[in-house]
């Protein structure tokens, strides 16, 4: 008798939201730093974190999608446009980042599991 079991199954994927919106965290630092290193432009490391976002919020709750989009723009703010984790407000430029990350989000949480 053969069983086959997927991680599908067994790994409660919508009630880790927690350590999705952490691996938005760090992925996101990590990516941050990685660009740095390697002198990459801003919007290649924006470009990072919202795949970040998009791929931490699919088949999640929008709250969670919400609180990823909002860690992820953090880090963009923090660490990409203004340098040293110094947080701002530039005015549209954030606005716009911020509703580029969160549309990204709530779209992906019409995707399926």
Same mark, same amino acid.
């Given at each position: &008798?053969?069983?086959?079991?997927?991680?599908? #199954?067994?790994?409660?994927?919508?009630?880790?939201?927690?350590?999705?919106?952490?691996?938005?965290?760090?992925?996101?630092?990590?990516?941050? #730093?990685?660009?740095?290193?390697?002198?990459?432009?801003?919007?290649?490391?924006?470009?990072?974190?919202?795949?970040?976002?998009?791929?931490?919020?699919?088949? &999640?709750?929008?709250?969670?999608?919400?609180?990823?989009?909002?860690?992820?723009?953090?880090?963009?703010?923090?660490?990409?446009?203004?340098?040293?984790?110094?947080?701002?407000?530039?005015?549209?430029? #954030?606005?716009?980042?911020?509703?580029?990350?969160?549309?990204?989000? &709530?779209?992906?949480?019409?995707?399926?599991?």
């Amino acid at each position: &008798m053969s069983v086959h079991l997927s991680v599908r #199954d067994h790994v409660p994927w919508a009630e880790l939201g927690g350590v999705r919106v952490g691996v938005v965290l760090w992925g996101g630092l990590a990516a941050v #730093d990685l660009g740095t290193l390697t002198h990459t432009p801003s919007y290649a490391e924006l470009g990072a974190v919202a795949l970040l976002v998009t791929a931490a919020s699919i088949g &999640m709750r929008p709250t969670t999608a919400g609180a990823a989009a909002l860690v992820g723009w953090l880090v963009v703010n923090g660490f990409v446009v203004h340098r040293f984790g110094v947080l701002g407000f530039d005015g549209a430029p #954030d606005l716009a980042r911020l509703a580029l990350l969160a549309a990204l989000a &709530m779209t992906a949480t019409r995707a399926r599991r």
